[in-house]
């Protein structure tokens, strides 16, 4: 291939990347420039890629990732999520998504599955962890029955030389005809980049993700340790974003918290800086264990730094004399009032201002002489009725996600957390003893009210190895896209629990005074005036009502017989919020409250689909469209029964 052949193609594939990928791809490759070049095949060891006096391919990369291919095929690294290895107790099934998963999986008992997905079944996703030349892109998309190629890398460097050496109208073919898409992720932080990888692969295709592939092109450090944390990241891969009910009860707690009165939000906006960290320190603190050891270092900045303290962080600063500046409550469960009442039977809460989401348990502001609440976003109530400006994102999913969004939003140059611990040096010790889980004589309480048990090892923020759980280890995953999306920001990690990446690990004993800045957040925060009318209420209701007694835009019955990968083609509308155009914020808000629920059957369906024997799935499919229908029945009565009540 000649210099003039090169770049014809190089012009070739930049047209189509400016076609077909949503980010400005072409605009970002034309005007780059880097160390890295081009060795091209008619050179010697070509081709390659030099960087310096390096290459990157021991051997010419065509006849490098060729080999590689056959191996990978020959024994393929996908994720295998075998249904019943994480079953739910069928006898115990109580959300609506369990209730009608129940006979799915019952099906799969009786019938019996294969361990692993039969390899013709389509996929959601191909992740090449690395780039090069990408000589092995065109083979692998070829032969995987895969719909979407995220290519994940450091920098789009080795892309732009790619563009010079492949053909990229074959691979834009293929996934397009199978109705997905390339997705480029460049990053050069490694937990930024597994961060984006996972979300990425929870996104319109979750559903498929059984199966999908994973493939390591090269093993240099970076694209290591993007691997290893990604890996991290599997246990909660598949879990849910939320389900029928919750939406449903928070759309039900909103509207006692809002409707009627003028309330006021805190407004989320962050203020931007510059590369230097500066402004006032914010100390979060959580219940974790390790909070009872740095309870008097806490104590000697009172006064000095704003404290925050979330959910049954409250009682345990109040049991050591410490009073926080404002408290943050994100839970719309009952529980949540158990905890703050407990604590003002034990204590004075006066001057202790309440920032909480808006589907917070309504008689839990009582409490408090103060309340400002958030709009969180990716919530039914928020999608419904929250104004343009008002919506939080990364509010969640924990309370101390919040704290540290509130934070944010109130200046806070660096942010301490203390009892963030996301799990514990012991197994069986899961909070504080200053919490309720430790004063109450509840077996309830004492027992960790009913949480994960924390039995899966994993890396210590200030030593080598703690204990984590599933949930722990999603709420790991979102602090650390947090604190990664804010760099403007310092996060000091002073906890003695879980390693999250994007955090600074910090001893509260190695805190330095002459390095904290105690010039305080402001004493009041931006606001902003709310009222949601009675009115604004019931149209809504009537509305999404109407949408789910009239079957939505259920396509059921649109799928070819026996075929699961059409009906999840049919259904796609229902399971993306946002794909359909012109649909009016009540239809939207249905879609949403079903999506959660909705996205747990199909992708429990999908595992058992993929590994039932050909014969079988015909049957399968048409038991999983009258779950369905079933499921869209008892949404409707659901809901009216809730509007009526």
Same mark, same amino acid.
């Given at each position: 291939m000649t210099d003039g052949d090169r770049q014809s193609l190089f012009e070739a594939n930049l047209r189509l990347f400016g076609l077909h990928v949503s980010m400005d791809v072409a605009k970002l490759l034309a005007g780059l420039s880097s160390d890295a070049r081009l060795v091209p095949a008619d050179a010697e060891a070509g081709p390659n890629i030099a960087v310096g006096s390096a290459r990157l391919y021991p051997d010419p990369a065509?006849?490098?990732?060729?080999?590689?291919?056959?191996?990978?095929?020959?024994?393929?690294?996908?994720?295998?999520?075998?249904?019943l290895d994480h079953a739910l107790d069928l006898s115990d099934a109580a959300r609506l998504d369990q209730i009608h998963v129940k006979p799915l999986l019952e099906y799969a008992a009786e019938?019996?599955?294969f361990d692993k997905r039969d390899p013709e079944c389509p996929v959601g996703y191909l992740v090449t962890f690395g780039i090069g030349l990408g000589f092995h892109l065109p083979d692998l998309v070829s032969a995987l029955p895969v719909r979407n *190629?995220?290519?994940? +890398?450091?920098? %789009?460097? /080795?892309?732009? =030389?790619? *563009?010079?050496?492949? +053909?990229?109208? %074959?691979? /834009?073919?293929? =996934?397009?005809?199978?109705?997905?898409?390339?997705?480029?992720? /460049?990053y050069s932080d490694p937990q930024t980049l597994s961060n984006q990888i996972y979300h990425a692969m929870r996104g319109a295709d979750q559903v498929l993700l059984d199966g999908s592939h994973l493939f390591c092109h090269y093993r240099t450090a970076f694209i290591t340790q993007v691997m290893e944390l990604f890996q991290r990241s599997l246990p909660v891969i598949a879990d849910s974003d939320g389900f029928f009910?919750?939406?449903?009860?928070?759309?039900?707690?909103?509207?006692?918290?809002?409707?009627?009165?003028?309330v006021e939000f805190l407004k989320p906006d962050v203020k931007t800086r510059q590369e230097v960290k500066a402004g006032p320190a914010v100390f979060v603190v959580g219940s974790g264990p390790s909070i009872d050891n740095d309870l008097d270092k806490i104590r000697a900045f009172q006064g000095k730094v704003t404290i925050i303290s979330g959910g049954t962080g409250l009682n345990v600063l109040l049991e050591a004399g410490i009073r926080p500046d404002f408290h943050c409550e994100i839970e719309n469960?009952?529980?949540?009032?158990?905890v703050n009442a407990d604590a003002a039977s034990r204590h004075d809460l006066s001057g202790i201002t309440?920032?909480?989401?808006?589907?917070?348990?309504?008689?839990?502001?009582?409490?408090?002489?103060?309340?400002?609440?958030?709009?969180?976003?990716?919530?039914a109530p928020t999608r419904l009725f929250a104004p343009e400006g008002l919506v939080m994102p990364m509010a969640g999913p924990t309370v101390t996600h919040l704290a540290c969004r509130v934070a944010l939003a109130m200046g806070a140059g660096s942010i301490y957390l203390f009892g963030v611990d996301l799990g514990s040096t012991e197994p069986d010790r899961h909070h504080s003893r200053r919490s309720i889980y430790g004063l109450s004589s509840d077996a309830y309480w004492r027992g960790g009210a009913q949480m994960e048990g924390l039995n899966i090892p994993t890396n210590g923020n200030l030593r080598e190895r703690v204990f984590t759980s599933r949930e722990f280890a999603f709420a790991r995953l979102f602090f650390s896209t947090l604190a990664s999306s804010t760099p403007q920001v310092q996060f000091y990690n002073c906890s003695d629990g879980v390693r999250i990446e994007g955090t600074e690990p910090r001893a509260a004993s190695d805190i330095d005074p002459e390095a904290v800045d105690f010039s305080g957040l402001p004493a009041k925060p931006a606001l902003a005036s709310f009222q949601l009318s009675e009115t604004a209420v019931d149209r809504s209701f009537a509305e999404i009502l109407e949408h789910f007694t009239?079957?939505?835009?259920?396509?059921?019955?649109?799928?070819?017989?026996g075929d699961f990968i059409s009906l999840f083609n049919g259904m796609q509308?229902?399971?993306?919020?946002?794909?359909?155009?012109?649909?009016?914020?009540?239809?939207?808000?249905?879609?949403?409250?079903?999506?959660?629920?909705?996205?747990?059957?199909?992708?429990?369906?999908?595992m058992v689909w993929g590994r039932l024997p050909s014969g079988r799935r015909e049957a399968f499919v048409m038991l999983l469209k009258a779950a369905l229908h079933d499921f869209g029945k008892d949404t409707a009565e659901y809901f009216k029964g809730l509007r009526d009540a």
């Open positions: 065509d006849q490098f990732s060729r080999k590689q291919v056959e191996s990978y095929l020959a024994n393929p690294q996908s994720l295998n999520l075998k249904p019938h019996g599955l *190629l995220i290519l994940a +890398d450091q920098s %789009p460097v /080795f892309l732009t =030389l790619s *563009l010079r050496c492949v +053909d990229w109208h %074959p691979i /834009f073919d293929a =996934l397009q005809a199978r109705g997905g898409k390339l997705i480029c992720l /460049f009910e919750d939406e449903c009860l928070m759309l039900t707690t909103s509207v006692q918290n809002l409707k009627g009165q003028a469960v009952p529980d949540i009032y158990t309440l920032i909480a989401s808006s589907t917070v348990d309504p008689r839990v502001t009582a409490f408090f002489d103060k309340t400002y609440f958030i709009f969180r976003d990716q919530l009239s079957g939505g835009d259920a396509p059921t019955q649109q799928s070819e017989e509308s229902r399971l993306t919020v946002g794909s359909v155009q012109d649909v009016s914020a009540s239809m939207e808000t249905a879609r949403f409250m079903q999506a959660g629920s909705l996205t747990m059957i199909m992708q429990s369906a999908n």
